[in-house]
């Protein structure tokens, strides 16, 4: 007989729908969804067979697949893993936790950071000079600033303009802001695998979609071949951004986040 379905049943399936769901989402970003799908399929079918069916040879073959392809789930989906941790550790109620233990404010972009950032990305995309910034939110990027040259400086327009000029040592990789500083450039950037990018978009903006798939960073892109402005944000790029766009999106983080302390 089957044992009865109650409350408790219900809300274990509806946590791992929820699990299920987050998780397709971020392997769907990263381009291994078929992947997904088939680890999916084979665990319904050794469901099936070993716990409704109850088909003993074929349920001890599937069990022992499933204790070796656990190890194997790890390696293939590592990246996978390490974002949806740190998309967790990111989430709005583990965030608050951690500011009662944390005595350091998160540092806003303020009005005086953002009309230079957007003049800086205008004139680089008028003399098609390729850049990559990247913005701190709530999730720290130190491990990436470790892989530039660490300056902590003022944020000026031109500072911006010289580091990203093309003969510069720095120019190629990427420039972090947080605190309302220049924490870092020539840093490494994740790249992502997403297939479905369009092959006009070169690694500038594989990079800037790698981060910000890992964290909650807003990455801007000027493009060296168009001369076109783009920006990142939560594992989305939209391409072909206004400087005025720009600074509204920029401004709306801003806003956002006024909007939150207010509300505390």
Sequence with gaps: MLEPFGIKDIIDVLLVAI???????????????????????????WILVSQVFQMRLMGAILDKFVSIG?????????????RFLMSLGSNKTFR??????????????????VTPLVLACMNMAKTYTGALIVIEQEMKLSSFEQTGEM??????????ENIFFKNTPLHDGAMIIADNRIKAAGCIL???????????????????LGISQETDAKVIIVSEERGKISFASGGEIQTNVTPEKLQELLMGTMAEKSNKKGRK
């Design 151 to 160: 300056l902590n400086a003022e944020i000026s327009t031109r500072l911006i």
């Design 70 to 82: 656990l190890f194997v789930l790890i390696i293939i989906f590592q990246d996978e893993i390490r």
């Design 19 to 45: 699990v299920m769901y987050q998780l397709y989402n971020l392997v769907a970003k990263s381009g291994t969804g078929a992947i997904f799908k088939g680890v999916l399929a084979f665990m319904i079918l």
């Design 96 to 113: 608050f936790f951690a500011k009662i233990f944390s005595s350091k404010d998160s540092g806003d972009l303020s009005d005086t950071i």
């Design 190 to 208: 994740p790249i992502s695998q997403n297939q479905d990018l369009p092959k006009s978009l070169g690694l500038r903006h594989r990079a800037a």
